[in-house]
C-alpha cells in the first residue's frame, strides 16, 4: 500500500520573503472564508494534521494578543477559521509558539528568557481563545536549530522548558518539533541519549533534499539510522518531514518552486519504512488544484497537486 503524506506545515505568511515571492502576495489578501477553503482543499488530499508555524511574525500576531499589535489582514481571526474548519474536516493541528523572536535568530531566542516568556505568554492567551477546538491536538516549537551529531544543550533545555509549560498549560496536548541537520545525525550513544533526555512526543526530521543539504539517494539510509536511535531511546515518535521545493535560483535567497513529483515520490518512498508519520513542507504556496479559487502558487503547483494526487489514487 502506497504512503500518504499524513500531514502539511501551514502559514498565515512565509517569513522568508524572497522564498514566498510566488504566494505571499495573495495570503495577505485572503479572508476568512479563503483560509478555510485551503484547509478543505488539504483535508480532501486525505491529510491529518496541520502544523500552523508562526502566530506570530516581524512583530505582530494573528490573533488579538497583549504581546505584539494584531497583523493588518483582510482576516480578523485567522487562528479561529484555520481551527473551525479543522474541527469540520476532523484535522489535527499543532499550533507554533513563535515568532516571538527573530525568525533568523533561532540559536539567540531558545536562550533568550525575553523571548521565551513572550512566547509563553501568547501561549496562555491561545489557550484561553482557541482551548475549546477539537482539532487543537497540539503545540510546534519553531526556533529550530541544527542537529550537529547530537542535540546541543541549549535546544535541549529549551524544548524541555517549553514542554514543561504545555505539560502544565494543556496537559492533554502533544507537542512537536522538525529539527534540521539530519544530514549530520550521527546515531550513536551520545544522540541515543540525547534523545532520550528530550521531552518531546513527535520529532519530525526534516530530510534537507529541499534545501540541497542531502541526495535523495541517502534519505533512506539516514532514516533507517534515525529509526534505530528511537527505537533505543524509546521515547519520542519518529515522524518525517520532507521538502516538496526546490529554488528558483540561490537557495534559501530565492523563490520556493514545486519540485519535480518523480523526486518526491522517491522522498516519500525512502522515509516510508521507518516514520511513524510523514509530515511535508509544505502545501500551500506549492500545491494547488488546478480550478482553485484560493490559488496561490507558482503555476507549477497545479501539476504538482494532480500527479501527486494521481499517485495517492492509483
Known amino acids: 500500500m502506497k504512503r500518504k503524506i499524513d ?8 517569513h ?8 505571499n502576495s ?27 508555524m508562526a502566530t506570530a511574525l516581524y512583530d505582530r500576531c494573528y490573533f488579538k494578543s497583549s504581546v ?3 497583523a493588518q489582514v483582510p482576516c480578523d481571526d485567522p487562528i479561529e477559521a484555520l481551527l473551525s474548519q479543522a474541527d469540520e ?22 536562550r533568550s528568557k525575553e523571548v521565551i516568556d513572550r512566547s509563553f505568554r501568547a501561549m496562555e492567551e491561545l489557550t484561553e481563545l482557541y482551548g475549546h477546538h477539537n482539532s487543537f491536538y497540539g503545540w ?19 524544548v524541555n522548558t517549553c514542554s514543561a509549560h504545555c505539560r502544565r498549560l494543556t496537559p492533554e496536548k502533544k507537542t512537536l518539533i522538525a529539527p534540521y541537520g539530519t544530514n549530520l545525525v550521527y546515531a550513536n550513544d551520545r544522540f541515543i541519549r540525547s534523545l532520550a533526555e528530550m521531552d518531546v512526543d513527535f520529532v519530525a526530521y526534516q ?61 516519500i518512498e525512502n522515509v516510508a519504512p521507518y516514520a511513524d508519520k510523514i509530515l511535508c513542507y509544505q502545501y500551500p504556496g506549492i500545491m494547488n488544484p488546478a480550478d482553485s ?17 494521481k499517485y495517492i489514487s492509483g
Open 7 to 14: 500531514g502539511t506545515f501551514f502559514e498565515f505568511r512565509h
Open 16 to 23: 522568508n520573503t524572497a522564498e514566498g515571492k510566488y504566494w
Open 26 to 52: 495573495t495570503l495577505d489578501t485572503f479572508t476568512a472564508e479563503d483560509w478555510r477553503k485551503k484547509v478543505r482543499e488539504i483535508s480532501e488530499l486525505g491529510m491529518e494534521y496541520i502544523v500552523l
Open 68 to 70: 505584539f499589535p494584531f
Open 89 to 110: 474536516c476532523g484535522l489535527k493541528v499543532f499550533i507554533g509558539n513563535g515568532f516571538y523572536g527573530d525568525w533568523r535568530k533561532a540559536g539567540q531566542n531558545i
Open 140 to 158: 510546534y516549537f519553531p526556533d529550530e536549530t541544527c542537529i550537529i551529531l547530537k542535540y546541543s544543550k541549549d535546544f535541549m533545555s529549551y
Open 207 to 267: 530530510d534537507e533534499v529541499g534545501v540541497k543539504k542531502t541526495k535523495v539517494d541517502r534519505t533512506k539510509r539516514l532514516f533507517e539510522k534515525l529509526r534505530t536511535a528511537h527505537d533505543k531511546a524509546g521515547r519520542s515518535e519518529l515522524w518525517a518531514d520532507i521538502e516538496l521545493f526546490t529554488f528558483e535560483e540561490a537557495v534559501y535567497r530565492s523563490a520556493l518552486l514545486p519540485a519535480p513529483f518523480e523526486r518526491i515520490r522517491k522522498q
Open 293 to 309: 479559487d484560493v490559488f496561490a502558487g507558482h503555476p507549477d503547483s497545479a501539476r504538482l497537486y494532480a500527479e501527486y494526487k
